[in-house]
């Protein structure tokens, strides 16, 4: 999400710190839910984030942009089904409040949307690695169909709207200690960092 101005992008392409990153996502196995995820950029020196995430069902997300629908009664439904914890909860509708405010004093909405496919690998060897890789990415300029916050997914983008991104997006996350074999793999001229 941004707005016409690209604010948001703005400040992640001059690394502020504390610049912000908001997202909805979705998956096409599960088109009944969306997932708002803000980043924040606390230190560009030390790549130090600050991720939180959280729930809401699809067709909220318009009346959510909007400042019509809060996603505290939907938290309370998930609490009393035990499926999220109070501390969660809490953490949740401060989140979702936070990036209501931010929605519409910014007026931000969808201006960008990516596809793309997604592979990830796990090492139980090493438990705190993850590695994560996106293909077929294609970025468009999100449009909007009538009544709606996005153009829905069967309405292809306009060929001039769209670019196809030419290589795959290898993301290698590690706690702790990068693994020897990844250290390696990083350093063995098959990567190319962008």
């Known amino acids: 999400?941004?707005?016409?101005?690209?604010?948001?992008?703005?400040?992640?392409?001059?690394?502020e710190n504390g610049a912000t990153q908001v997202r909805v996502e979705w998956y096409d196995d599960d088109m009944d839910m969306a997932y708002f995820e803000e980043?924040?950029?606390?230190?560009?020196?030390?790549?130090?984030?600050?991720?939180?995430?959280?729930?809401?069902k699809y067709k909220h997300v318009a009346p959510y942009l909007r400042g019509e629908w809060t996603y505290e009664a939907f938290g309370k439904k998930l609490f009393e089904r035990n499926e999220i914890t109070q501390e969660q909860l809490e953490e949740r509708t401060k989140i979702?409040?936070?990036?209501?405010?931010?929605?519409?004093?910014l007026d931000l909405k969808a201006v960008l949307r990516s596809d793309y496919k997604r592979c990830v690998?796990?090492?139980?060897?090493?438990?705190?690695l993850r590695m994560a890789i996106d293909d077929d990415l294609a970025l468009a300029k999100e449009s909007y169909d009538k009544g709606r916050w996005n153009r829905r997914s069967t309405t292809p983008a306009l060929?001039?709207?769209?670019?196809q991104f030419p290589f795959a997006i290898l993301q290698i996350k590690y706690k702790d200690k990068c693994p020897e074999w990844v250290s390696k793999f990083q350093s063995s001229?098959?990567?190319?960092p962008i």
């Open 121 to 128: 690998f796990k090492d139980s060897n090493s438990p705190g």
């Open 96 to 105: 979702a409040n936070e990036i209501q405010k931010q929605a519409y004093s």
């Open 159 to 163: 060929l001039k709207d769209q670019t």
């Open 39 to 56: 980043k924040v950029f606390r230190d560009w020196n030390t790549n130090t984030t600050t991720d939180m995430r959280f729930p809401l």
């Open 189 to 192: 001229g098959v990567l190319v």
């Open 1 to 15: 999400l941004d707005n016409d101005k690209f604010v948001l992008f703005s400040k992640i392409l001059k690394e």
